[in-house]
């Protein structure tokens, strides 16, 4: 069973793999797999959110006075409002609970005893809560990327915030050490400079973007962590962003560069399952401050404070979830990259409790979906849901 990230199409997901040469692999020989877009997202009753007015100001990312709090509100239940429009039972029963049970119901349509498991990001959430809801089922689980909810929510943000701010450091040093522009399009240049130039000017007058309305500094910054995700191809599209943008064209800015994900469907997921870290004028300006303290580059704009930000006053109750251990499940194996923008490496050992004799798998690299970027880890992970033999703990893959 393959899944996605929150707000991702498993699907798609699975034709990506298939195009990296998913089909030809010994996982793919010895298994069916099956790939669930769950619901509300991808092609299983996606959300038909109507668009908000074109002549609305978006409502901004780091309001700054009781107007601007206002605003994100009173924007967050119009789009509650507007993807309620055609079923607004689904909008109520989003929480991981109930799209747990949708996996199981999966399982006995397929006729399997058990299903193995393979997931992104906030599947090992959604795959620890299988293994918890409906005990033996689960035959094996392999987590890339996880997210981990066992951790306090401003914990687990700041944890994001640092963690993008190093990924983009990275990101700017490769970039100004490449050897000709054809390796990086800002190659010899300080790029970190670069890009707070450009979204200081993009803060004073947002700059033009072909597909939608001008992008302030915080849309750019806010973009920066997609294209961080994984380095080639992205790290060098990053940079010829940057360089389209100051020449004042921010049209890349707007491009989603995880295709298989789409942004209104993870933050509804966001809102489904966890209740708001802050409700006030107050506690956002609290957090902006730690916001721009941990990261002074991106501002601290990461999916994180979107999906923050993004669910105060959200009209739905969010439905909490038990994190406790769930000592009756198999040990699963957890694939870390060092180094990831959205997934900071800590969280795959906080999650990887909840699941005891559990094994984490790290690479020394920027990537997620490590199965398309790492013969190591792909070869760790086939091993492991094939014959349910575990890597050696502690093993670092360097590919």
């Known amino acids: 069973m393959l899944n996605d990230v929150a707000g991702g199409s498993s699907i798609e997901q699975l034709r990506f793999g298939l195009s990296f040469g998913l089909a030809p692999s010994e996982l793919a020989r010895r298994f069916d797999i099956v790939a669930l877009d769950l619901r509300g997202t991808g ?23 009781q107007t601007e709090f206002d605003a994100v509100v009173a924007a967050n239940r119009s789009l509650a409002s507007r993807c309620a429009a ?12 109930s799209v747990v049970r949708d996996v199981e119901a999966v399982r006995r349509g397929l006729g399997q005893a058990q299903i193995s498991w393979y997931g992104i990001g906030y599947s090992a959430r959604l795959g620890t809560a299988y293994a918890r809801l409906f005990p033996g089922q689960l035959r094996a689980m392999v987590n890339d990327s996880a997210t981990d909810t066992t951790t306090a929510p401003v914990e687990r943000l700041a944890a994001e915030m640092t963690t993008a701010e190093e990924s983009f450091n990275r990101f700017t040093r490769w970039c100004g050490s490449q050897p000709s522009v054809a390796a990086c399009p800002l190659a010899g240049r ?12 993009a803060d004073k007058a947002p700059i033009p973007a072909h597909t939608q309305r001008a992008l302030t500094g915080d849309d750019i910054r806010a973009a920066a962590q997609d294209y961080l995700n994984i380095q080639q191809p992205q790290w060098p599209a990053f940079a010829a962003a940057i360089r389209s943008a100051l020449g004042g064209d921010a049209t890349a800015f707007t491009i989603t560069q995880d295709k298989t994900l789409n942004l209104v469907e993870a933050r509804v997921q966001a809102c489904a399952d966890n209740p708001a870290v802050v409700d006030d004028l107050a506690g956002v300006r ?17 999916a994180g404070w979107r999906h923050l930000i993004g669910c105060i006053g959200w009209p739905v109750a969010s439905k909490s979830m038990e994190q406790t251990p769930v000592p009756s499940a198999p040990p699963a194996l957890f694939l870390a990259s060092v180094h990831q923008s959205s997934t900071p490496y800590s969280w795959s050992f906080g999650a990887a409790r909840q699941l005891p ?13 490590m199965f398309l970027f790492s013969h190591c880890a792909r070869t760790a992970m086939t091993e492991f849901l094939t014959d349910l033999v575990p890597p050696p703990h502690g093993q670092i893959c360097t590919d």
């Not at 004799?357 to 979906?369: E, F, K, M, P, Q």
């Open 43 to 65: 092609h299983s009753d996606p959300f038909t959110c109507s668009k908000p007015n074109a002549d609305s100001p978006a409502a901004p990312l780091f309001p700054t006075d």
């Open 86 to 97: 055609e079923n607004s039972a689904l909008l109520s029963n989003l929480d991981t609970t």
């Open 190 to 201: 300080d790029v970190a400079a670069d890009f707070d130039r450009l979204t200081a000017a």
């Open 286 to 302: 609290e957090l902006s401050t730690m916001a721009h303290r941990l990261s002074p580059h991106l501002g601290g704009a990461v």
């Open 357 to 369: 004799g559990s094994v984490i798998l790290s690479r020394d690299a920027d990537d997620y979906s």
